[in-house]
T-cell receptor, first 112, second 115 residues
């Protein structure tokens, strides 16, 4: 069965700090990988996605993620966070079905 | 493009009543819609997959008689929580797949509080 783990449950950073959120998945076949963001009081928004091709994926708002197949990882990065990046971040995977399996989420707090 | 709406955005009801939540894809057709439940500070748990014109597929542990799903058209799916109880209080989120099999677009969610 597919599963997704996010190791960082709560991350606190100061503005301009660099960010890396871990995501590992468990699935033996071809996967599609996603990072979603949920700002306070808002709905889930897609940050970026990986289907195939270049394993370094660039998304919105300066975020990027790297798919490392050998490590079953899809970590999210941003070189310099802003206060407005305060949100909940979810990694998600789907394999041979359309079902999205979500990680438990990482709460990011950025202080000015 | 790719906007999904939910109605209502929040609802409070008495224990034992039924509540219907609508999910609409506003600018695309969705053969498949998904219903999730999100507990406070937790992740989204898939409840069921709703396919237009056929019965929904429920995830293990989800009571199909409790959570009735209807996907009557390519732009509308409804979730009815029947005989709601306080433990059904949660944030219910739908998503819609425009058909490329890869990306889902999420609605804003419906917060259900059962007194």
């Amino acid at each position: 069965a597919q599963s997704v783990s996010q190791h960082n449950h709560h991350v606190i950073l100061s503005e301009a700090a660099s960010l890396e959120l871990g995501c590992n998945y468990s699935y033996g076949g071809t996967v599609n990988l996603f990072w979603y963001v949920q700002y306070p009081g808002q709905h889930l928004q897609l940050l970026l996605k990986y289907f195939s091709g270049d394993p370094l994926v660039k998304g919105i708002k300066g975020f990027e993620a790297e798919f490392i197949k050998s490590k079953f990882s899809f970590n999210l990065r941003k070189p310099s966070v802003q206060w407005s990046d305060t949100a909940e971040y979810f990694c998600a995977v789907n394999g041979d079905t359309d079902k999205l399996i979500f990680g438990t989420g990482t709460r990011l707090q950025v202080f000015p | 493009g790719a906007v999904v709406s939910q109605h209502p955005s929040w609802v409070i009801c008495k224990s034992g009543t039924s509540v219907k939540i609508e999910c609409r894809s506003l600018d695309f057709q969705a053969t498949t819609m998904f219903w999730y439940r999100q507990f406070p500070k937790q992740s989204l748990m898939l409840m069921a997959t709703s396919n237009e014109g056929s019965k929904a597929t429920y995830e293990q542990g989800v009571e199909k008689d409790k959570f009735l799903i209807n996907h009557a058209s390519l732009t509308l799916s409804t979730l009815t929580v029947t005989s709601a109880h306080p433990e059904d209080s949660s944030f219910y989120i739908c998503s819609a797949d425009p058909g490329n099999g890869h990306e889902q677009f999420f609605g804003p969610g419906t917060r259900l509080t059962v007194l």
